[in-house]
């Protein structure tokens, strides 16, 4: 762990010792497209971890699809108030790039990422997460969030945001980074793997073409079980600590110019949740022409992980259409894991940024301001710039998971 930033803004989390509970063999997403209409015979590949499905983040209520700008609904009756939420999962090849294993020093060509899919069902009531639930086809397409997580961890460590946001009428797909997700470090026996960060603009890149194919039914995806439930067209990319970074560079980086003119759709709107910049040679930050999509910036004044200064430097860089969260006293992890008073207020604003963003139901700037100006909590501004906020004290396991962090 360090706060000095040698290669890039590094923050490490703890290892979360997840229970690995739902193995995906390759006849049951078959079975779950039959269930679902589909004729596809193909699976989700390799087992992977569906973490803990309990106690879950509350999402805000959905109405269909026909009442943004983007797509229509396949039935214009009005949809439930919060989803249930099914889980898919999924392993995807990159052909392009290399896997260093930094364990044995050795490299491999192409990335073999895991994508956990979360997306609204019928079937379930919230707060439940149930592995390959039928579809709600009748509300869907739903807008698509993509989402990056840290390092050291894995998207079952946020489990209660992200199942937030699909019970708000949003699909989420969420890969496992080929090296610094908690499986991958602890395959190469704990050593230090940050800097493949690096390679993580490319493998969102990745993911967003994935997803552009599999919204189309493309049975190479493995995933045809879910066509019709996924608008490209309103796409959001997300991400925390060095994944916040990682999305933050594939946006505004131009090192990354052109893998983010690669991707087949571009964003409706982008979260940087305790992000900053990296800060090699070759990278050089600046807004979008025009300004880009609209932006949410969230940073806790008190991270001694990700100094906050970070967050405001992001933030300030941007020019466009923007927000900025600040949580008042909470740690590097804790609001986006449902481990802090601040993690309800995490998951209402960014729900109620989504749908303002992508023009969902009947959400305004005053109501979403409502929601982020809570006394002793949070603010939130739309102002063009905010302070470079001082460095809190530092504290030596700040990039940890916080105590009482679910672990199964």
């Known amino acids: 762990m360090r706060r000095a930033r040698e290669l890039a803004p590094g923050k490490r989390a703890a290892r979360l010792r997840v229970a690995l509970v739902v193995l995906v063999a390759a006849g049951s997403l078959a079975a779950c497209s039959v269930a679902a209409g589909g004729t596809d015979t193909g699976s989700a590949g390799r087992p992977a971890a569906a973490g803990h499905a309990g106690q879950l983040g509350h999402g805000r209520g959905a109405t269909s699809a026909s009442s943004g700008p983007v797509g229509t609904s396949r039935d214009p009756v009005r949809s439930p108030t919060s989803f249930g939420v099914g889980l898919g999962i999924?392993?995807?090849?990159?052909?392009?790039?290399?896997?260093?294993?930094?364990?044995?020093?050795?490299?491999?060509?192409?990335?073999?990422?895991?994508?956990?899919?979360?997306?609204?069902?019928?079937?379930?009531?919230?707060?439940?997460?149930?592995?390959?639930?039928?579809?709600?086809?009748?509300?869907?397409?739903?807008?698509?969030?993509?989402?990056?997580?840290?390092?050291?961890?894995?998207p079952n460590t946020y489990r209660a945001?992200?199942?937030?946001?699909?019970?708000?009428?949003?699909?989420?797909?969420?890969?496992?980074?080929?090296?610094?997700?908690?499986?991958?470090?602890?395959?190469?026996?704990?050593?230090?793997?940050?800097?493949?960060?690096?390679?993580?603009?490319?493998?969102?890149?990745?993911?967003?073409?994935?997803?552009?194919?599999?919204?189309?039914?493309?049975?190479?995806?493995?995933?045809?079980?879910?066509?019709?439930?996924?608008?490209?067209?309103?796409?959001?990319l997300a991400g925390q600590s060095d994944g916040g970074d990682t999305i933050a560079a594939l946006m505004y980086d131009h090192a990354y110019a052109p893998t983010r003119a690669s991707m087949p759709t571009q964003p409706a709107a982008v979260v940087l949740l305790s992000g900053a910049e990296w800060t090699r040679t070759q990278d050089v930050y600046s807004a979008p022409s025009g300004g880009g999509p609209p932006v949410l910036v969230v940073q806790s004044l008190t991270d001694s992980c990700n100094d906050p200064a970070d967050g405001s430097r992001l933030y300030n860089m941007l020019t466009g259409s923007k927000w900025f969260l600040a949580l008042?006293?909470?740690?590097?992890?804790?609001?986006?894991?449902?481990?802090?008073?601040?993690?309800?207020?995490?998951?209402?604003?960014?729900?109620?940024?989504?749908?303002?963003?992508?023009?969902?139901?009947?959400?305004?700037?005053?109501?979403?301001?409502?929601?982020?100006?809570?006394?002793?909590?949070?603010?939130?501004?739309?102002?063009?710039?905010?302070?470079?906020?001082?460095?809190?004290?530092?504290?030596?396991d700040a990039c940890l998971l916080p105590p009482g962090t679910p672990t199964d």
């Open 90 to 154: 999924v392993t995807w090849d990159e052909t392009q790039g290399y896997t260093e294993n930094f364990y044995e020093g050795t490299t491999q060509p192409g990335r073999v990422m895991q994508v956990e899919i979360l997306y609204p069902t019928l079937v379930v009531k919230p707060p439940t997460v149930v592995p390959l639930a039928l579809p709600a086809y009748r509300f869907g397409p739903y807008p698509v969030i993509v989402f990056a997580h840290g390092f050291d961890v894995d």
């Open 161 to 236: 945001l992200l199942a937030s946001w699909a019970e708000a009428g949003y699909v989420v797909v969420a890969p496992f980074f080929p090296d610094t997700s908690l499986p991958a470090i602890e395959a190469q026996h704990g050593v230090d793997t940050e800097s493949d960060m690096f390679n993580q603009p490319a493998d969102v890149a990745f993911v967003v073409s994935q997803v552009d194919k599999a919204a189309k039914g493309s049975p190479l995806t493995r995933v045809r079980y879910l066509a019709g439930m996924m608008n490209p067209a309103r796409l959001i």
């Open 328 to 396: 008042e006293d909470a740690t590097h992890l804790g609001p986006y894991v449902g481990v802090s008073t601040a993690a309800p207020v995490v998951e209402k604003v960014t729900v109620g940024f989504f749908d303002l963003a992508t023009g969902r139901r009947d959400m305004t700037p005053q109501i979403l301001e409502q929601e982020g100006n809570q006394p002793g909590i949070s603010t939130i501004t739309r102002a063009a710039s905010v302070p470079l906020y001082p460095a809190p004290t530092w504290v030596a």
